[in-house]
């Protein structure tokens, strides 16, 4: 196994103040942080100075200054960041302006003559970095340490973001060696709960929605309820084959029933639901002639983990959710310091939990997920969209601002989601997918890091290529397995597959139960007078 990149820290108590910050940075980046020693820090990649230290004189590595925010309050009316384009910063920061909640802004720190300004605030510079061979970066900007109930995630937000982007974009760019992400972002935006029988939902209409996808070049994934795909009636089944690239269908609960997903079940009646859910879908693509992708949306953001091991085990790609780990009794954050921060968390014995967020709230946020080499999913409900598609349009003239962007299905970020770095004629990768297919890297060995799994059990059965390997996962969750690398294949594909048999879905399971058609015909109804009230209202 590679070693790790070394950071020095000064001054040398900062190390154990910022225990759990430092931790959590050193399994995102591969690095590891070690108190400063004059004689030592030369052979370090980098050096990181707090209050209270001084940076060395003469350096020859990149060193970060972080310098106190001076008469700084924790309720204020907050401040906005101005992004410079300097090609110093990642790309998807650059020209951005972001908006920084309850807090006074930072002190200044004037830039030398010649200096790159990274970043101002009031109209005054807060993060620059010297121009002249000296490596050296400076920032009013102070990390905070984790809380018990944190993930590090929490302190690079929409609103909360600056006070760790200069450390994490100083600590990312030396653990890459300077690389920028040479793979394009991957986006989709999720209606959730439209009917498919018909041509239009609530204030949703699928052909307008498809031509003006077409036209702007996003691409829409409508989380549908398979409890509605029994009707026979298939409206908007053509408009779904005519706009493959534009449109596409993925699973939104079962019954939609209030914590459907969420409530407490045994193993087996959870696999019931997921094959029942399952029984449904397959029988509305047979007579439909339409794919609906086999990731999960769950009703109201909730989902247990009983749940998402029966996901896992029935075959879904993923898991699209708001928070990494999606139950409300979820609570191991000092262990799982990374949850939301990576491209997908893996859960329920092997399952991804894509990460998507709200389209009303900030799309501030887009940003920094674009940073972190995240998905840039965004979901709404048709009511958000009561005055028109504009709100999907920001938000996709947001993301282009960040870079490449290819707007895809859910399944196909679903088999896409991975990281990748060559060293010494071998190419790591980590898959955050559980059927990854992605372009085959040109190494003589492939070293396959399974990321650390909630719920995983002691072996991991991955599939290299169609070869079965049973991986030993260690205390963490984590795992590696090395293959040789068959150059004669374009395509690297990488299964994480559930062990053992699922029962079928028999008709007593998926036949409907009278109160959720019950339920479901209410808020339909609701639905879809939504419009008229509207229009009427005016």
Not at 90 to 104: F, I, M, V
Not at 294 to 303: D, L, Q, S
Not at 393 to 401: K, L, M, Y
Request: hydrophobic residues 45%.
């Amino acid at each position: 196994m590679p070693s790790r990149t070394t950071l020095a820290l000064v001054p040398a108590p900062v190390r154990q103040r910022l225990a759990e910050l430092f931790r959590a940075l050193e399994e995102a980046y591969f690095v590891r942080f070690v108190d400063a020693r004059p004689d030592e820090i030369d052979s370090c990649a980098g050096v990181i100075v707090f209050p209270g230290g001084q940076p060395p004189e003469r350096l020859s590595v990149p060193c970060l200054v972080l310098e106190a925010l001076a008469g700084e309050r924790e309720r204020d009316a907050g401040f906005v960041v101005e992004m410079s384009r300097c090609a110093g910063l990642h790309r998807a920061l650059r020209g951005q302006n972001l908006k920084e909640s309850g807090r006074s802004v930072p002190a200044s720190v004037p830039a030398d003559r010649g200096g790159q300004v990274l970043a101002v605030a009031n109209g005054a510079p807060i993060w620059w970095r010297r121009d002249d061979g000296t490596h050296r970066e400076i920032a009013s900007a102070l990390p905070r340490e984790l809380g018990r109930h944190e993930f590090l995630r929490d302190q690079l937000t929409a609103g909360r973001f600056w006070s760790l982007l200069p450390l994490v974009h100083f600590v990312r760019r030396i653990a890459l060696g300077g690389a920028e992400q040479s793979e394009p972002h991957r986006a989709c935006f999720i209606i959730d709960d439209p009917n498919v029988r018909f041509s239009s939902y609530g204030h949703v209409r699928f052909r307008e929605l498809a031509r003006d996808a077409r036209d702007r070049g996003y691409h829409v994934a409508v989380a549908t309820i398979p409890l509605d795909l029994l009707l026979p009636m298939r409206g908007a089944a053509g408009i779904f084959r005519e706009f493959p690239s534009e449109l596409s269908l993925v699973v939104h609960g079962n019954d939609h029933v209030h914590r459907e997903l969420e409530r407490r079940r045994s193993a087996a009646a959870a696999e019931r639901m997921i094959m029942s859910a399952a029984a449904r879908v397959a029988r509305f693509e047979s007579r439909a002639g339409i794919r609906i992708d086999r990731v999960m949306c769950p009703p109201h953001g909730g989902c247990s983990e009983r749940t998402m091991e029966a996901l896992f085990r029935c075959g879904f790609l993923g898991l699209a959710a708001a928070r990494p780990f999606p139950w409300e009794e979820f609570s191991d954050h000092v262990a799982w310091r990374l949850g939301g921060w990576l491209p997908a968390q893996l859960a329920g014995g092997g399952l991804p939990v894509l990460p998507r967020y709200p389209l009303e709230q900030s799309l501030d946020d887009l940003v920094l997920r674009a940073f972190l080499g995240q998905p840039l999913i965004v979901y709404c409900h048709h009511g958000d969209l009561r005055h028109g598609l504009a709100p999907l349009h920001a938000a996709a003239t947001r993301v282009a601002e960040l870079g490449d962007v290819h707007w895809m299905s859910l399944a196909s970020i679903a088999r896409a989601s991975a990281t990748c770095r060559m060293k010494d004629g071998v190419a790591t990768v980590t898959p955050y997918s559980r059927d990854l297919r992605i372009r085959r890297p040109a190494a003589r060995a492939i070293e396959i890091e399974i990321p650390r799994t909630f719920g995983a059990r002691d072996v991991l059965r991955v599939s290299v290529d169609g070869m079965p390997h049973d991986v030993r996962l260690r205390a963490d969750g984590a795992g590696t397995v090395v293959v040789a690398n068959p150059e004669t294949r374009e395509v690297l594909r990488i299964r994480i597959d559930a062990t053992g048999d699922v029962a079928p879905a028999t008709l007593r399971d998926w036949r409907p139960r009278a109160w959720p058609v019950a339920r479901r015909a209410i808020t339909e109804a609701r639905d879809r007078t939504l419009p008229l009230v509207h229009t009427l209202g005016r």
